[in-house]
């Protein structure tokens, strides 16, 4: 199968995560749609790597993981203590600090 | 089958190391120290690492080597940034440690986890419990903001981006007095952070895919030879533009500063303002001037008209506000416009100046957040600009101090602004884009009318009746001050030595 299909499928998967970051109101939501992007990139790479013909993409896609769970643990520490304070993970409902 | 055993010049790293060892370290305490020694052992622990990965810089003075198989840079401009960083760190660090200010006894939360106005945090505000979870927090920020500059390679920058952002995003919402402001700032600085991160990981894959390497030399090389679709790596490019501007914050990606700076504790606040824009731009001249160097034909238009709509903007934005730290978070999206103006020089001059602008901005930030934890009522800090008129009545000294930050910030000469934006602005000129220049100093002239502005409330205005006190800075306070004065008033009158030391620093290797 031609590589450049799995590009395809990595740009289309960004995308998706990119409009739910901007278009979703639950934050756990837009929190998955970031890890959405983050794996496309890991698609990405891998595939570069498989097209480069080199193993240096397929290393990157570990790092990735690694840094997306340590993102999830502070992530999720900062919306569970913003749900418990305020009953509501919508993003509309932070808008004390607006001017 | 052969393995290549990878080398570590484990003593060009050394500085990085001995602020994250510091900072594994502080983790340690918190599980196996007393409650009531931890707060001493944090502070000598971080003050400690501090100075010593200082010196371990200065030794490495003049070294100029790729490091880490590629993966860290130790030259000129990393060492003096790291310097740069370790010392406002220094600043940072002596703020967070205060705890003559507040009533409660220092800026940050007893109890993160307690839910603002429960019996459970009024049980741990009672119990005088202080927790110091946040001194290991700024040193493992710390160690990878001074990672960032030094990164190699672009996985390498990923890692450090995140090892500097996660930690803040947490130390934002750490603080003891209007607790939902403070929960709100660190969910809208992660939320738009990791957005921010996910575009720079999606445009290093691109360029990987262009160059088939991720390290800077690689991606150079690859772009002088031409090695593949153009499109894939100007899309690339883009992409991590778009990540680090946002870490300077940049107009359009300027959205979560002045919430952040409001919402986040005022000590956080300064080492933030002041550290992360010196390790991004970093991060933002070694890529540009090492890695797409041979692209500049294609990002140089791009960044010089971010580079005018964040002057423009910023200036614009902060003259209508009327929190101090909201006015000091857009002043501090002016001055990103200010240094992108000395990146898109692309010469000698142009980093010269970045990185002189970079140490000055760095410490007149510093010392400006340092004073707003000073003028406090009942409720904590007084950040209203109204409740600012008539300080120098009450404190003639503080406010003294405050004006030769805005002073600085507003680029009049014998200050530290002054040199900076004047080296910023030659080098911009002496490259032909005499247009940014035009911009950049209409744009200094408003941003001086709204410090002066600040600075005539305070001497001129009356002071109100149930105006702010002026609280007498404590040892750390003051010392975190005067260091900030000091090198602010050190760079305008004489920077010469340091103009000579960034002169013979100022070269990337590669």
Not at chain 2, 52 to 67: D, E, N, P
Not at chain 2, 122 to 135: D, H, K, W, Y
Not at chain 2, 148 to 156: E, H, I, K, Q
Not at chain 2, 386 to 408: D, E, I, K, M, N
Request: hydrophobic residues 55%; proline residues 3%; aromatic residues 10%.
């Amino acid at each position: 199968m031609n590589p450049a299909n799995y590009l395809f499928v990595s740009a289309l998967l960004f995308t998706i995560g990119a409009l739910g970051v901007l278009t979703r109101r639950n934050s756990i939501v837009i929190f998955m749609c970031v890890e959405l992007m983050l794996n496309a990139a890991n698609l990405a790479f891998v595939t570069f790597a498989r097209i480069q013909g080199n193993l240096d993409g397929q290393v990157i896609a570990f790092f990735t993981m690694v840094v997306a769970a340590c993102e999830v643990v502070v992530g999720l520490a900062i919306i569970v203590s913003i749900y418990r304070s305020r009953r509501s993970a919508s993003v509309d409902d932070v808008n004390l600090l607006k001017f | 089958m052969n393995f290549h055993v990878p080398v570590i010049q484990y003593a060009e790293v050394l500085p990085i190391l001995i602020v994250l060892g510091a900072a594994v370290l502080g983790v340690l305490v918190e599980a196996f120290i007393p409650r009531s020694l931890r707060y001493v052992f944090q502070v000598v622990i971080s003050l400690g690492s501090i100075l010593l990965a200082f010196v371990a810089v200065v030794r490495l003075h003049g070294t100029s080597h790729v490091a880490v198989e590629g993966s860290v840079v130790v030259d000129g401009p990393t060492l003096f940034l790291q310097g740069t960083l370790l010392l406002l760190a220094i600043g940072g660090v002596l703020l967070i440690a205060e705890r003559g200010l507040d009533t409660g006894g220092s800026a940050f939360t007893a109890h993160a986890a307690t839910l603002p106005g429960s019996e459970a945090e009024r049980t741990a505000l009672a119990s005088g419990i202080i927790q110091t979870e946040v001194f290991p927090l700024t040193l493992f920020a710390l160690g990878g903001m001074l990672l960032f500059p030094a990164a190699g390679d672009l996985v390498t920058m990923f890692v450090a981006l995140e090892v500097l952002s996660l930690p803040l995003y947490l130390m934002s919402g750490l603080a003891r007095r209007r607790r939902l402001l403070s929960q709100e700032a660190a969910l809208k600085y992660f939320l738009l952070g990791a957005f921010s991160s996910a575009f720079f990981l999606y445009g290093s894959a691109l360029i990987y895919g262009y160059a088939g390497t991720v390290s800077l030399s690689g991606i150079r090389e690859a772009i002088s030879s031409n090695a593949g679709n153009d499109l894939v790596l100007l899309m690339g490019v883009a992409l991590v533009t778009v990540g680090l501007l946002f870490k300077v914050s940049a107009v359009p990606f300027h959205a979560w500063t002045p919430d952040v700076y409001q919402g986040a504790p005022t000590p956080v606040t300064a080492f933030m303002a002041a550290c992360t824009k010196v390790a991004a731009f970093g991060a933002i001249l070694r890529l540009f001037y090492v890695g797409l160097s041979g692209l500049r034909w294609d990002w140089r238009p791009m960044l010089s008209g971010v580079a005018i709509v964040t002057m423009v903007l910023g200036v614009i934005w902060a003259l209508t506000q009327t929190d101090m730290k909201r006015m000091l978070a857009y002043s501090s999206i002016a001055h990103a416009g200010f240094i992108l103006t000395g990146v898109v020089a692309v010469n000698k001059a142009g980093l010269e100046g970045s990185l002189f602008y970079l140490a000055a901005y760095g410490f007149t930030t510093i010392g400006a957040f340092a004073i707003v934890t000073l003028v406090r009522d009942s409720t904590g800090e007084a950040t209203h600009l109204s409740q600012w008129s008539g300080l120098a009545r009450r404190s003639p000294l503080v406010a003294s101090t405050f004006a030769l930050f805005l002073l600085a910030y507003a680029g009049i000469p014998l200050t530290s602004g002054f040199v900076a934006k004047f080296a910023v602005f030659a080098a911009a000129y002496s490259s032909g884009s005499s247009a940014l220049v035009i911009v950049g100093v209409l744009s200094s002239a408003i941003a001086a009318f709204f410090y002066i502005r600040v600075i005539v409330l305070m001497f001129f205005a009356e002071p109100k009746e149930d105006g702010p006190t002026v609280v007498v800075p404590p040892i750390m306070t003051t010392a975190a001050i005067t260091l900030a004065a000091s090198v602010t008033l050190v760079l305008g009158v004489m920077p010469s030595s340091v103009l000579d030391l960034i002169k013979s620093a100022a070269r990337f290797t590669f």
